[in-house]
């Protein structure tokens, strides 16, 4: 495939997904002339060629439960475990095929029931072949010297290139022991280039993901007091998901309490909070394998702090900078930049900084150009404007792709400024000179916020009809969340309420 061609292929899916015909968005779900589209728009650069994606497989373990790999299900809509996609392209013809265990009535009694080959091609558009027919299909093709195009299996695609030991992997290394003349080359980029700009039909799905996040953020805003366990808020958000039509959460359900809310990935979840803390949720819903991403930090007793309005607001005026600049075409860095301003502005003001532009030496793994690390970087530890959301909470964005690095109308992402006061990472600094000096000017300050960590993160899709706020109804204006925390609390699963009630 030639790699100068490869950037059209988004164009390429909306004019065949306009061909589709989508009748009705109702049933929220995504057509399967969709799926046609999609997959004959991977294959379009290609002139003759064999493309091979694999499936998730069977989990070994009763936990977590099966769900489809990304890639696999756009190209497909087929949500069974084991499946193998096929695809042959000779000279501008393009055929699919879809290899399929065959299950006997007894193990359907032990996994459920499955799709049958004859009925894969009313349910998929795709045609249907056994599994056991996959490896005698591939090694006649590869005799055929046709190069091979590979659609990786891996779980997320962050780790694709990394992830070598999938079903898909192992497969493809036994086939060209076989075959050692065969050319094989990787489909992953390609196809997160046409999974960058959302469908009408997905942003639909997504849509209905945020929905059920928002109502399930709310329950928590509620339920939030003093005493109460992190575990039981992770369980009223991820019950609520489930009871309003959600297939899973998102990804790990982080709900941090104290210092944990200044651990950006913390999921222990396991402390209890305690009065004058902050709590942030970062949680969301899967709605139909497209997932949502929404944070939000609160009071635990209902009522910010001086100390926790101060980092708060900045945190919620660098989010509003970052969206004010969105729109079709625009830079990413022209977004960036201007959160990053107000955050940096905020934090010299607090004392935390020296100056927007003053640099440390830094701590342990985290890297910096030759002139060091800015201060900043202690206290925002992540990007303003978040990330790409679809199937997988990280999902491609057209905005990542270094030739534009721009927004485009199909963008579906989300923007999540944070600032995190984290005594323990500023006292790991290494001894020097200028970051002595930096630590004698910045410690009073430290202490005042030491343990606030913020974190605010709302969903966006840019449509032809401009910037939508899918997140909107979760309050995160510091008087409106004030406000919702006095409602009576809600009962929680398994009966009663948590914690003691708010001072």
């Known amino acids: 495939m030639s790699p100068s061609r490869e950037p059209a292929l988004p164009g390429i899916l909306t004019g065949l997904m306009a061909l589709a015909a989508v009748s009705s968005l109702a049933g929220a779900q995504v057509p399967l002339g969709e799926y046609a589209a999609r997959r004959a728009a991977l294959a379009a650069p290609i002139d003759s060629g064999v493309i091979v994606a694999f499936g998730a497989v069977e989990p070994v373990t009763l936990w977590p439960t099966f769900f489809q790999t990304p890639a696999f299900y756009y190209l497909t809509g087929f949500g069974e475990s084991d499946a193998v996609l096929l695809m042959v392209k000779r000279d501008g013809a393009l055929s699919a095929r879809l290899f399929v265990p065959t299950r006997t009535p007894l193990r359907e009694r032990w996994d459920g029931a499955r799709t049958g080959i004859a009925e894969l091609e009313a349910r998929t558009g795709i045609g249907g072949s056994d599994i056991a ?10 005799a055929g010297a046709l190069p091979f195009y590979i659609v990786s299996d891996a779980q997320t695609s962050d780790y694709a290139v990394r992830d070598s030991l999938t079903r898909g992997a192992r497969f493809l290394s036994q086939v060209r022991l076989a075959h050692p003349w065969l050319v094989m080359h990787s489909l992953d980029s390609a ?30 805003m509620k339920a939030t007091a003093p005493g109460c366990g992190e575990f039981e808020i992770q369980a009223l958000l991820e019950g609520t998901f489930r009871r309003l039509g959600g297939d899973r959460p998102g990804y790990g359900s982080i709900v941090g309490s104290g210092p944990n809310a200044t651990i950006l990935h913390y999921m222990a979840n396991n402390r209890v909070m305690q009065n004058g803390e902050l709590l942030l949720i970062d949680a969301a819903s899967s709605f139909d394998h497209y997932s949502s991403d929404v944070t939000r930090t609160m009071p635990v007793n209902g009522r910010f702090s001086p100390a926790q309005r101060e980092i708060y607001q900045i945190v919620r005026d660098a989010q509003e900078a970052f969206v004010r600049q969105i729109g079709p075409d625009v830079s990413y860095d022209v977004a960036s930049d201007s959160g990053k301003a107000v955050v940096a502005k905020g934090l010299v003001r607090l004392g935390l900084i020296e100056a927007a532009d003053a640099t440390m030496d830094p701590p342990a793994g985290m890297r910096c150009p030759d002139g060091g690390c800015l201060q900043l970087q202690l206290y925002a530890l992540h990007g303003f404007g978040g990330h790409g959301i679809g199937l997988e909470v990280h999902d491609p964005a057209q905005y990542y792709q270094e030739v534009a690095d721009r927004f485009g109308v199909g963008d579906v992402f989300t923007v999540e400024p944070g600032i995190y006061v984290s005594p323990e990472l500023i006292e790991s600094l290494p001894d020097t000179p200028k970051n002595r000096a930096l630590l004698a000017r910045s410690r009073p300050a430290v202490e005042k916020y030491a343990a606030i960590g913020v974190r605010i993160e709302d969903v966006y899709a840019l449509t032809d009809r401009g910037l939508e706020w899918l997140s909107t109804g979760v309050p ?7 406000a919702l925390m006095r409602q009576r609390e809600p009962a929680l699963p398994g009966g009663g309420s948590c914690g003691r009630p708010r001072t």
């Open 133 to 142: 027919g996959l490896r005698p299909a591939l090694d006649s093709l590869a």
């Open 476 to 482: 995160r204006e510091i008087t409106e969340i004030e």
């Open 191 to 220: 196809v997160n280039r046409l999974r960058a700009r959302k469908s009408a039909s997905e942003i639909v799905l997504l849509r209905q993901a945020t929905e059920i996040s928002n109502r399930a953020h709310r329950e928590a």
